[in-house]
């Protein structure tokens, strides 16, 4: 039952094929002995173990088990992948830290096309670390990112900046504009290169400048507001059935 295989044989314990706590190991070797006299002898001895495993977390309360981090999948699906999955904190069971893996994912390890996380990789991803097409955080990998370090394969924005097209604090790339700097063609206090300047000339300014903070805004907004929402959706089904 929980891995899906016949125990013929010798066979290695279910913690080594699938995620779950090693202490259930000497459940199912113990259930499954080959002399009688090892085995249990009263279903209740079975029922004890397995309920001081699990009991812990079990029967916490509630708002305690949810600051433990929380797990949420959506009905929907797409591509086979949930429209929505949420997963955050360690999964009580194997006592691993829970990995979010959806169309658009949240957790502290987020997986998705659009990704929001501690660590967030996908298409559009918001982070810590951030790596995909567009990805937005402190750290930015990708194609296109907007980060504090922003290492982009095309282009990049942010604070300091490495990528063929370069805009930033400190910008390196083909072409660059920054307070500093470097490259072929650079702009900044340090150059004035006049194909970087017409190249430029329409990248610079109030608008580009807000509209990125305001993309920063509404990408954290969703990234706190979603998952705080959903988790107090469940606190409130969960009391209302207890």
Known sequence: MLTGEVP???????SHKVQIDVRLDEVVLR???????RRYQKVSQLKTDVENITGIVANLPLSVRRAMGFEYRSKATLFGLPLVHIATGADPVTGRRRVARGIIAFGDIAKGVIAFGGIAMGGLTFGGISVGIVPIGGLGFGLFPYAGLAIGLVMGYGGVVVAPIAVGGL?????????????????????RDPIAREFFKHWTG?????????????????????????????????????
Do not use: C
């Open 171 to 191: 910008a390196v790339g083909w072409y660059a504009v920054g307070g500093a700097a470097i490259g072929a063609h650079a702009l900044g206090g340090n150059a």
């Open 8 to 14: 013929m044989g010798a066979f290695a314990p279910p």
């Open 31 to 37: 259930t499954l002995a080959r002399e009688p006299d």
């Open 206 to 242: 109030p608008v580009l400048l807000y509209g990125s903070l305001a993309l920063m805004l509404v990408m954290t907004s969703i990234s706190m507001l979603v998952p705080w929402l959903v988790q107090r959706r469940m606190l409130k089904t969960d009391q209302a059935t207890s």
